[in-house]
């Protein structure tokens, strides 16, 4: 079966058959193929079926410029959609299955859509299913079109390694010139990396017999041997997909298959761009038919894989490279017609199979057409870098223009085909030199579709972009290239446009009769060929993403089997003991309101602002007065944005003169640090005041009950704990185990609360003093569930759960500063304008519902009317074991002044009642906390 | 990503920054009266220059701001220097 396979030569392995499948077919092929060059070798052309028709596909190209052969490849149980047959390496016991054919890709019962292409021009869609609504039709036609399915599966340790580095020169492309830039920077002193996008380094230097007067293979070894001697890198299999600001370059190193590439952020002093040109096709009758490839495709095919594509082989060529191609093929054994395209109009004669080419009234026999309509430079990346293209009209080529920063292009792709030009252009960039623009021995007559021409003509195989195509999306008005790439799906196939652009745009010039490089090129984007979304996403997740916070008391909070987990960046105790989270959370708000609950507060923000300007500052920064503040006591307030809204709330102790404590909430400490520093610099003169975040440096352990005075009384502190020596919101410094203490006399729960605040090493002992006097009078720790439970049942509120984007303090219950306060502070303006002043505002209420029934479900909205309008939502809704019914907070629109009234509540179709109460549920005069 | 250098760290991603405000940005004096239109501006109005713009950037990682130069359009980055040598 291996008919188009030679005996000699190549990078292919004979030695190591590997065994494959495709379409159900068994096959074999050789270390070293691709699939697409196995699959030729056996003689199979129709590798796929085109994306609208389903009109049969073989290979154009044998590399990145092949939109045609798309394959999902099964190996070991895994399965890989949308694979690029002509990149894909063979491996042994591989299962292929053409995307877009059932049930095979040589027989696909979709593909008499193909007789129906008179009605399936371009919008097509967009014109017929307009009516009633597209989306009724949406489903079944993605259905129909689109490529290769998404497994379901998991893909276990599918994980893309990230690297990020940097080099002086980064040379991109390991052909003639790429070899020899490497090498010249290399041998310069500089330090360089070379990236190819094949595994094996060389280019298009397989097809020639000598390069200098060695043997092409022997030359690319001794590039290899001097390059890496001289200290450079080389990557193969590696794509340099992108380049991004300041000379980032994305690339990606393919491992073996069934692994996500391993992508390496290489930032590149200086980049030298040597990717090569691509064969482009000839826009003629029936183009599009198996067995029609590009010329360079052919001689790769031949060249590296030791596959002769075709026997009887018609040349189609308008440029002056066809000649060394006709040589390559005739030895190798093809017999070759050369037709000149100028001459007459071409058509392919055959179905599934190529049987000849028909120019006018002439019929040649053939397998096989090979066509080039001249060369394109690969600009890419030099697009993706923000350099400029300049037309030539001698190449009919887009050429690199003004040059974007540190980069360079050589060779082919700087329109350099004569490889002595390419390497004494390479040469020059390689020790910095500017090779400008190349001469050329290059000639081609210029050849571009014809408008009006008969027949359907090609020019995006994948997607079914003809000719025609062009011509309507003109004649509708879709003439910038822009419109017309989205109104035809040109160049949106898989491939990106690769093979298709230059006919698109160079048709649409001719229908409009306008120069081609006016009508201009789409924006070249990365990535210059598809990528798995993992490769982006590498390890960025989870730990190594976020590093969760830790608790000094984690090893005690273990022991005593807490249920840790993440609340705001800290891995802290949810709620303690073994059983239903649900009991075990109730009985710790019933142990806390009946004794005492003990929790690690260790997250609290504790930053300190210290300093002669502190008070002013603090003052500034605070929604409330806080210049106020006695030593020893502490405030509630609101820090707000300049929009005057609700950032962040929390309590600000002053320790004496210049000296403050701002407790923020555990998990806006490094935004509401970030936001003091950035006043304190801008605006203030930051040698008179010092902000020093203390949060991972202090723990705190909360002791909040009814008991919590006998708890800290027999700790034996020398403070006098009674009400009136103590009272709520003030400080007291001691010391315990001869360490700085903190005790601070506020309250989250509504209940007599102290805080206890010491350095982080001495936490263990203060916790184990704690626990103990604690289990004496029946009190027991508490986790983070059962507090969000307590400060509802007091109508405490937690920002960002019980505020949104538009809370201000008076929505909140915290009108006076606003009314009161005279001087400056963040936010103020904004809470005198005429949203501010708006009689509408959504303010906090408490919810309350007739009794037997069950909690209202957080984010529920409260309606009202016909057709119902939502004035506000549930922000917070517990079970109060407390109070023995459910308690919830809300925002409602001038809710303070609907206290009483009742609501419907709505959610997911669903609506109940609720009575409009104020937010505080228990203890509302206050007794508790004072105590 | 950018290379952004702070004046205090030297060159680092542009991850590791966060963007405070065009330079010359004042807080209007709001113990006196501040029409709406003022305040609005102070708060969104931004001048948004093409080319060569003077921003005020933190570097998260030492918490310092400054003064950077760079140009809108080709991404370059001109100058940066702290905020407190260019209030000198």
């Keep these: ?931 | 990503m950018q290379i952004f250098t702070c004046p205090f760290c030297g060159p680092r991603n542009e991850t590791e920054f966060h963007f405070a405000g065009e330079l010359g940005k004042i807080r209007p004096a709001t113990a006196e009266k501040i029409t709406a239109q003022e305040w609005a501006s102070y708060l969104y109005t931004q001048r948004n220059e093409k080319g060569r713009v003077q921003e005020v950037w933190m570097h998260l990682t030492c918490s310092e701001l400054f003064v950077m130069e760079r140009d809108s359009v080709s991404m370059q980055v001109l100058d940066t220097r702290s905020l407190r040598e260019d209030a000198q």
């Design chain 1, 1 to 931: 079966m291996t008919s188009h396979r030679t005996s000699l030569g190549a990078l292919i392995d004979r030695s190591q058959p590997l065994s494959f499948s495709f379409d159900g077919r068994q096959y074999q092929g050789y270390k070293g193929d691709t699939l697409a060059s196995a699959l030729l070798a056996n003689g199979v052309r129709v590798m796929g079926r085109s994306f609208k028709y389903h009109r049969p596909r073989g290979p154009w190209g044998a590399w990145v410029d092949d939109p045609n052969a798309i394959m999902t490849v099964t190996l070991n149980g895994r399965s890989f959609p949308n694979c690029a047959a002509t990149t894909t390496p063979l491996v042994d016991g591989m299962q292929a299955r053409a995307v877009n054919a059932w049930p095979s890709a040589a027989f696909d019962i979709k593909s008499g859509l193909d007789l129906f292409h008179r009605w399936l021009s371009a919008g097509f869609y967009y014109k017929t299913f307009m009516w009633p609504d597209w989306h009724l039709f949406e489903p079944m036609i993605r259905k129909m079109a689109g490529l290769g399915g998404i497994s379901r599966d998991v893909l276990e340790d599918y994980s893309a390694d990230q690297l990020y580095e940097q080099c002086d020169v980064l040379v991109i492309g390991g052909g003639a010139a790429g070899l020899a830039a490497a090498r010249a920077a290399a041998e310069a002193g500089k330090q360089v990396v070379l990236v190819d996008d094949h595994p094996a380094l060389g280019g298009g230097l397989y097809q020639m017999h000598e390069v200098e007067s060695v043997a092409a293979v022997d030359w690319i070894a001794e590039q290899v041997r001097a390059i890496t001697s001289a200290g450079g890198r080389i990557l193969s299999a590696t794509t340099a997909f992108g380049v991004y600001d300041h000379q980032l370059v994305g690339l990606a190193e393919s491992g073996p298959f069934g692994t996500p590439p391993r992508l390496h952020r290489m930032r590149a002093r200086q980049i030298i761009l040597a990717t090569g040109a691509l064969d482009r096709p000839i826009t003629f009758a029936g183009n599009d038919r198996p067995g029609v490839m590009s010329v360079d495709g052919a001689c790769e095919y031949l060249a590296r894989y030791g596959v002769l594509v075709g026997q009887k082989v018609a040349l189609i060529s308008n440029n002056s490279l066809a000649d060394a191609a006709e040589r390559l093929l005739t030895d190798a054994g093809a017999q070759i017609l050369r037709l000149d395209p100028h001459v007459g109009a071409l058509r392919t004669v055959g179905g599934k199979k190529l049987r000849g080419i028909s120019q006018g009234a002439l019929r040649h026999d053939v397998d096989t057409v090979l066509a080039s309509g001249g060369m394109t430079p690969l600009v890419h990346l030099w697009r993706h870098a923000g350099g400029k293209l300049l037309w030539c009209e001698t190449r009919q080529a887009f050429l690199p223009g003004t040059a974007p920063d540190g980069m360079v292009a050589i060779g082919a792709a700087n329109g350099a085909f004569d490889l002595e030009v390419s390497l004494s252009e390479a040469r020059a960039a390689g020790v910095g030199r500017n090779p400008g623009v190349s001469t050329t021995s290059y000639t081609l007559a210029p050849l571009w579709p014809k408008p009006g021409s008969k027949g359907r003509q090609w020019i995006d195989f994948q997607h079914d972009v003809t000719l025609k195509d062009v011509e309507l999306a003109a004649r509708e008005n879709y003439v910038s290239v822009e419109h017309l790439k989205r109104y035809t799906t040109l160049g949106m196939a898989s491939d990106q446009g690769k093979t298709s652009n230059m006919a698109g745009l160079a048709a649409m010039a001719a229908v409009q009769g306008r120069p081609l490089p006016e009508v201009g090129t789409t924006t070249f984007r990365p990535p210059f060929v598809p990528m798995p979304l993992e490769m982006y996403h590498g390890q960025h997740g989870k730990q190594l993403w976020h590093p969760l916070k830790r608790l000094a008391l984690e090893p005690q909070h273990r022991g005593a089997d807490a249920a840790l987990g993440e609340y705001g960046g800290w891995l802290r105790p949810g709620w303690y003991g073994k059983g239903e989270a649900k009991d075990l959370i109730r009985q710790e708000v019933l142990t806390a309101r009946a004794s005492a609950g003990i929790m690690d507060a260790s997250p609290l923000g504790k930053i300190e602002v210290m300093g002669p300007d502190a008070e002013a500052f603090v003052n500034f920064i605070y929604y409330n007065t806080i210049k106020t503040l006695k030593p020893g006591h502490i405030r509630y307030g609101f820090m707000l944005t300049e929009g005057g809204i609700v950032m962040d709330d929390g309590v600000i102790a002053r320790l004496d003169q210049n000296r403050f404590v701002i407790s923020c909430s555990s998990s806006h400490v490094d935004s509401v640090r970030t936001h003091l520093e950035a006043w304190r610099q801008d605006g203030n003169d930051p040698d008179r005041i010092f902000i020093h975040d203390l949060t991972q440096q202090w723990a705190t352990l909360t002791i909040t009950g009814p008991k919590a005075r006998d708890i800290l009384s027999a700790l034996s502190l020398d403070v006098d704990l009674s009400a009136t020596a103590f009272p709520h919101m003030s400080l007291r410094e001691a010391r315990f185990d001869d360490t700085p203490l903190r005790i601070a006399r506020v309250s989250f729960t509504g209940d007599l609360s102290y805080e206890l605040s010491i350095r982080r090493a001495k936490a263990p002992a203060l916790w184990d003093a704690v626990m103990r006097s604690g289990a004496a009078q029946g009190a027991a720790p508490i986790g983070i569930e059962a507090l969000s439970i307590l400060r509802a049942e007091k109508g405490y509120i937690m920002i960002g759960k019980d505020t949104d984007g538009e809370t201000m303090p008076h929505d909140l219950g915290f009108g006076i500063p606003r009314l009161k306060k005279t001087a400056p502070f963040i936010g103020d303006r904004s809470l005198h304008n005429d949203k501010a002043n708006g009689a509408l505002r959504k303010s906090l209420v408490g919810l309350v519902v007739p009794s037997g029934t069950a909690p209202l479900p957080t984010g529920a909205h409260l309606v009202e009317g016909t057709p119902p309008r939502s004035l506000g939502y549930v922000t917070s809704s517990y079970d109060s074991p407390t109070l023995g019914r459910p308690v919830a907070l809300g925002l409602v629109e001038n809710g303070t002044a609907r206290i009483g009234e009742t609501i419907t509540v709505h959610h997911l179709g669903e609506s109940r009642t609720a009575t409009i109460s104020a937010p505080c549920a228990f203890d509302p005069e206050g007794e508790r906390l004072h105590a």
